[in-house]
């Protein structure tokens, strides 16, 4: 299953490819790719898994860059 989500207020090219390494990095993910020109993050992982994901990204997210937030593309 894939999910994409905008993140507003990314503005760390630095920050997007550590959050990309991250999120690859949790259980049931497949791919995870943080595009920091468009904003966009794009995760394939394990359909039963994916709110586990979700919520573990979005815990990724704030922890590298506080003022970012994760909606719904």
Same mark, same amino acid.
């Given at each position: 299953?894939?999910?994409?989500?905008? &993140? %507003?207020? &990314?503005d760390c090219?630095?920050?997007?490819? +550590?959050?990309?390494?991250?999120?690859n *990095? &949790?259980d049931?993910? !497949? %791919?995870?790719?943080?595009?920091?020109?468009?904003t966009? &993050?794009v #995760?394939d992982g394990?359909d %039963? !898994?994916?709110? =586990?994901i #979700? %919520? *573990?990204a979005?815990? #990724? #997210? +704030?922890k590298i *860059?506080?003022? =970012? =937030?994760?909606?719904?593309a």
């Amino acid at each position: 299953m894939k999910k994409k989500f905008i &993140l %507003e207020g &990314l503005d760390c090219a630095n920050c997007a490819a +550590k959050m990309e390494k991250a999120i690859n *990095e &949790l259980d049931g993910v !497949k %791919e995870a790719t943080v595009n920091f020109m468009t904003t966009k &993050l794009v #995760i394939d992982g394990e359909d %039963e !898994k994916m709110p =586990t994901i #979700i %919520e *573990e990204a979005e815990k #990724i #997210i +704030k922890k590298i *860059e506080p003022d =970012t =937030t994760m909606k719904k593309a």
